[in-house]
């Protein structure tokens, strides 16, 4: 069992930055892939960034390269989302999961509960 909580939400104006953190319990933290979503209002969840449980692989969503940065510590159990130049676009709840690695929402087990993210033009 892997229970996570997010972190660092918040508003914004476009241009700005937030870092995002979730923190994980749970003996497996490390043996997990972790994976950032995103949910607008009347919208799917849609995949942001991944990372497997070394931190040596990273990939992410196209509306975001360039912009966030995924990275996690394993010896603090947490995963960070550094997100930079965010748009409007970016609004939306961002959730942390845990599982295998991949861009579907399936390929995860465990969820957070979001953080909320705004940005103002």
């Known amino acids: 069992q892997v229970q996570l909580v997010e972190s660092g939400g918040g508003l914004v104006q476009a241009g700005g930055s937030l870092r995002l953190s979730c923190a994980a319990s749970?003996?497996?933290?490390?043996?997990?892939?972790m994976g950032w979503f995103r949910q607008a209002p009347g919208k799917e969840r849609e995949f942001v960034a991944g990372?497997?449980?070394?931190?040596?692989?990273?990939y992410y969503a196209d509306s975001v390269k360039g912009r966030f940065t995924i990275s996690r510590d394993n010896a603090k159990n947490t995963v960070y989302l550094q997100m930079n130049s965010l748009k409007p676009e970016d609004t939306a709840v961002y959730y942390c999961?845990?599982?295998?690695?991949?861009?579907?929402?399936?390929?995860?087990?465990?969820w957070g509960q979001g953080t909320q993210v705004t940005v103002s033009s």
């Open positions: 999961a845990a599982g295998l690695s991949g861009y579907a929402v399936g390929s995860y087990d465990y």
């Open positions: 990372i497997n449980w070394s931190g040596g692989t990273t």
């Open positions: 749970g003996r497996t933290f490390s043996n997990n892939a």
